[in-house]
């Protein structure tokens, strides 16, 4: 393996506050009782701002300036006007896309390489994309004369936290909705910069309100009779709860929830390529990516061959500094994820699967967890079960095509899937039965703004992304 020296970018970019009040008709304002909590880096456990916690007057406050933003400005504003806006944010987020990784990746702990050469971008797109929209949605295909929403209520989780802002808030506001968003409580700093790209970009006020806190600022904020729409990405968990709470009102909602991809290889699949898929797969992200490739189904005649690659590739894999260049796996996002990737993986060492991971020297301070694959897992396995969001993966083998079909759908998941073959007609034929919202053909974790991404079962419902992601926000 080649030693690198270290090459870590700088984060004087970035110009953190020591502290973030939140952002309500188009200004910072401070909480009403004056609650707040810390921001740190995963990777340090520094601290790196105090931020506002929002409590339900400051929800309400929020919601009605949204609304007020509704009736007045944003709803009767054309099409046209609109997109101006969106793309002048589309080209600001381009401008300041440096600052913006940096600080995505000290909040996170994602690695910069992977903020800097694909959420960035990613955000940016999608501002650009749905731009494009704001003034040809009588073109979508939902009717002559498709209407805004009006309020959307959005949740979002830790994992992609700009790029799941970006799923958001473009086509809502290009649909002619105005919203109030909830970050993450881990990672709040970058929909506060995100923030003050809108003053820049002289949104009109109260169009995009971002209130901080954890959960009991996310409840009363989707709970609030105000709001018309509903869109929550996270867990499965909350999503239930979400859902048991707007059944019987007049709210739409839609649920981006959790998976448990298969990546499923055959033997007549390029091994090598297929493992940069497997790697991309599950340590993208350190795997806290809700579509990872958490279920590697290999088929038992290549299984050995496979694994012996993977095992020599995440051998290379450099685990650490997230804001060094080199870095390809960074930080887990909390205490509480990294508790939750060792009770996990804790159990699949005790129900039998064996355990394996390349030697790595991690950093003392901070969350970290080494790569780690399970060989001999079975289905009634925990870790074949459950959603574990972290840098671990589970390889099940099997012989045929229909047993990887019926393997890869044995889960009330439904979210995406890999398939690796070199035969066109397999892929057709396995695409068709594989119950995942998103199928992915000899690659993985690939995404365009024009592509629409969501689940089945407990993955969730609606879709986010492309032309069908305007139907959320729209009244078709
Ligand atoms: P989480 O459900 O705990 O939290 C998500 C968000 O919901 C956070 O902002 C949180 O503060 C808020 N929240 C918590 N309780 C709430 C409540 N009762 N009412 C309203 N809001 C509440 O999930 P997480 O741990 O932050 O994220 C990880 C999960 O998200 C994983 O299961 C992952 O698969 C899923 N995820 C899904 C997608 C997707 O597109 N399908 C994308 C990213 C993450």
């Not at 009006?150 to 105005?178: D, E, R, S, Y």
Request: hydrophobic share 40%; net charge negative; charged share 25%.
């Amino acid at each position: 393996m080649f030693e690198y020296a270290p090459a870590p970018e700088s984060r004087s970019v970035v110009d953190l506050k020591p502290s973030y009040g939140l952002f309500i008709d188009g200004a910072f304002v401070d909480p009403t009782d004056g609650d707040s909590f810390k921001s740190i880096n995963p990777a340090s456990e520094e601290v790196l701002a105090e931020i506002a916690e929002a409590g339900a007057p400051d929800v309400e406050r929020a919601v009605r300036a949204a609304r007020k933003a509704y009736d007045k400005v944003w709803g009767p504003m054309p099409g046209r006007d609109r997109a101006k806006y969106l793309y002048r944010i589309a080209r600001l987020i381009q401008e300041r896309s440096r600052e913006l990784a940096v600080l995505e990746s000290l909040d996170n702990g994602k690695p910069i390489k992977e903020s800097r050469d694909v959420d960035l971008p990613l955000v940016a797109a999608h501002f650009f994309y749905y731009a494009g929209w704001a003034d040809k949605l009588e073109h979508a295909g939902f009717g002559s004369n498709p209407r805004s929403i009006g309020v959307a209520a959005q949740v979002i989780p830790w994992n992609f936290p700009l790029l799941m802002l970006a799923w958001k808030i473009a086509p809502a506001l290009a649909a002619g909705n105005t919203v109030v968003l909830k970050p993450a409580e881990t990672t709040s700093l970058t929909a506060l910069l995100f923030a003050e790209i809108c003053q820049q970009a002289d949104l009109p006020p109260g169009v995009v309100n971002i209130v901080t806190g954890a959960g009991d600022t996310g409840r009363a904020l989707v709970e609030h009779p105000g709001v018309d729409k509903v869109a929550f990405t996270g867990s499965t968990d909350v999503g239930r709860a979400i859902a048991r709470s707007v059944a019987g009102t007049r709210k739409k909602l839609t649920l981006e929830l959790g998976g448990k991809a298969a990546n499923i290889v055959f033997d007549d699949a390029p091994i090598d390529q297929a493992v940069e898929g497997i790697v991309n797969g599950i340590f993208f992200n350190q795997g806290h990516v809700c579509c990872a490739g958490s279920r590697l189904l290999v088929q038992e005649n290549v299984a050995d061959r496979v694994l012996e690659s993977l095992k020599r590739r995440m051998a290379q894999l450099r685990v650490g500094d997230p804001l060094d260049k080199n870095t390809d796996v960074g930080a887990i996002n909390s205490a509480a994820q990294l508790e939750r990737i060792r009770e996990l993986s804790d159990a699949g060492t005790a129900e039998g699967a064996e355990r394996w991971s390349p030697p790595c020297e991690l950093p003392e301070r901070g969350f970290w967890f080494a790569p780690t694959i399970f060989t001999g897992v079975t289905q009634a396995h925990r870790i074949a079960r459950e959603e574990i969001f972290g840098p671990v993966l589970s390889v099940l083998t099997f012989r045929t095509p229909a047993e990887a079909v019926e393997k890869a759908n044995n889960t009330p998941y439904g979210l995406s899937a890999g398939i690796w073959t070199d035969k066109g007609s397999r892929i057709l034929w396995m695409a068709d039965r594989l119950r995942a919202g998103v199928v992915w053909a000899n690659t993985f974790n690939k995404f365009d703004p024009t592509s629409p991404f969501g689940g089945y079962k407990e993955s969730g419902y609606g879709r986010e992304g492309g032309r069908h992601g305007l139907e959320a926000y729209l009244n078709v």
